[in-house]
């Protein structure tokens, strides 16, 4: 351990409460073997590190806990990483990103939770389809240096299996994080798991989702004008697609110019947004949101000359 970076070495005494006594030690030459090019497939050959009385491990002995849980491990963890994220104390948005892999596995046979998946990204001389494992990954998104980039940092995983879907599957996983009560937390999200299920699982832990929608999708506006008289309340007003907002109803749109990064480049957009009501997520009330539409302005061809 002396030989080791002082960065190094912080980082691996915030997970020593995670593991065993006799774990901790091959963990350390674990790592002290990655770095030097000496740690194989299946155990770890320390015999440069450690003392003559060590008894070498398989490297699956190292993720025997008797005191953590699965989900008490990325519990522990997720609270490690935003101590070490946040001394000070948390700020007041914590965001968090929820997406979805999978591995190929073409030759495995009997194996459980192996599926068929569409391919994402086309590969030459293979199918639209592959055999493997779908996971669902959590992370946690921060800023760093005097830029404020973004980074995450990974907190979580559960494996798809048959019977559950990737947005129940989100609200599992939020569940096993145990995120502190007092911050309010956004999870990203794609356009894929951007649904109702995501959207009633997160609301019933109070956290909100962030994500692209359909161009189809339909929301509500808070009714203005309310009968007089007996019978019921109306609960919605009039709707719209998302794609006819800005030609239908701009007088409930807030519009403002900004400017955002676009492929690269600093383009000037125009934002609008507006609250809306969403149908179908909770079975006695609707839900409120926030749709906000970004239109990227064209910028003018330059004019080229003939000589």
Known sequence: MESLPSELIA???????LMRAEVFDSFCFLLMGLLVGEAKHGTVRSSVFAPADYQPQRLSDLFCRHHLSHQAFMAALTRVALQALY??????????SADATTTEKPYAERISSLHWFHRTKRVAGRTTKLKGHCYLFAAHLYRYGQEQAWASVLCGALLYVKGRTLPHLVGELAAHLRLPPEARH???VDRGLLSRPLLRTLSGH????LGRVRKNQVVYFTPRRH????????????????????ARFPERLQERQMKLHVAGRERAVQVADAEVL??????TKPLPA???VVTV??????????C
Do not use: N
Not at 87 to 96: D, S, V
Not at 278 to 283: F, I, P, Q, S
């Open 186 to 188: 956004v999870w990203v």
């Open 278 to 283: 969403l149908r179908g997520v909770c079975a």
């Open 87 to 96: 001394p000070a104390g948390w700020p007041r948005r914590l965001f968090w």
């Open 227 to 246: 009968h007089k008289g007996r019978g019921r309340k109306k609960t919605y007003g009039a709707k719209c697609r998302v794609d006819k907002l800005l």
């Open 297 to 306: 302005k064209r910028e003018p061809r330059s004019s080229r000359g003939t």
């Open 11 to 17: 980082f691996i005494s915030a997970l020593r409460p």
């Open 206 to 209: 109070g956290h909100f989702a």
């Open 290 to 292: 926030r749709v906000i």
